[in-house]
């Protein structure tokens, strides 16, 4: 059975610290790994990861993608309230996403 | 353009009645899909729909649950006899095709409770 599994499952931190949210899978077929950030409802896309070891960025955030190991790291970098969120990874299989429960993110002020 | 479109945002509906809820995709986007997230949990698919293939219900909960979708535009979720464990977000994402499946566009959701 396919499985995406995210840690923590949810964290809290302080304005400025820097956290590091992991996904680990087990899909067959895999093509690619996606990082979504939700806030209210809808998920926003963050990164595709497709390739092992090439990390993606913007802004404060990076992600890298290890496919051997079968996981993947989301960094947030002086961490700010409005990245208060909850992060959803997200493995492409055969035309199907198969998601991760999620980590959520509180940063206090 | 717009985006994917949901309606209504909010539902409240008792035990028993039926419900529908729907999707309207971006225009162009052949691949329609459905996913439910349950209080605290991830994303569970129900099902997509690629042009005019039969869709792929292999994620339907139970035979309650039902999609339609007419040829590349507006899509139904209806849930008959609702239970309150069918309280859910439902999200609604259309791509340009399930070759294209990385790129979801993801409608605001609706959100279903169930009393």
């Known amino acids: 059975e396919d499985k995406v599994v995210q840690s923590p499952l949810s964290l809290v931190v302080h304005e400025g610290d820097t956290v590091t949210l992991n996904c680990s899978y087990e899909?067959?077929?895999?093509?690619?790994l996606l990082w979504y950030k939700q806030e209210k409802k809808a998920p926003t896309f963050l990164f595709m990861l497709?390739?092992?070891?090439i990390e993606k960025k913007s802004g404060r955030l990076s992600s890298i993608l290890d496919k051997k190991e079968l996981f993947s790291i989301l960094n947030i970098t002086a961490t700010q309230t409005g990245d208060s969120a909850i992060y959803l990874c997200a493995v492409i299989g055969f035309q199907k996403l198969v998601f991760g429960t999620g980590t959520r993110l509180l940063v206090s002020p | 353009g717009a985006g994917v479109s949901q309606s209504p945002s909010n539902k409240v509906t008792e035990k028993g009645k039926d419900v529908e809820l729907r999707c309207d995709p971006i225009?162009?986007?052949?691949?329609l899909y459905w996913y439910r997230q349950r209080l605290g949990q991830g994303l569970e698919f129900l099902i997509y729909?690629?042009?005019?293939?039969?869709?792929?219900k292999s994620g339907l909960p139970s035979d309650r649950f039902s999609a339609e979708r007419t040829g590349e535009s507006v899509s139904t979720l209806t849930i008959q006899r609702t239970q309150q464990e069918d309280s859910a977000v439902y999200l609604c994402?259309?791509?340009?095709?399930?070759?294209?499946?990385?790129?979801?566009?993801f409608g605001p959701g609706t959100r279903l409770t169930v009393t």
């Open positions: 729909f690629q042009g005019n293939s039969a869709p792929d």
């Open positions: 899909v067959t077929n895999f093509r690619s």
């Open positions: 225009s162009g986007h052949t691949a």
């Open positions: 497709t390739s092992s070891g």
């Open positions: 994402a259309s791509s340009r095709g399930t070759s294209a499946i990385y790129e979801q566009y």
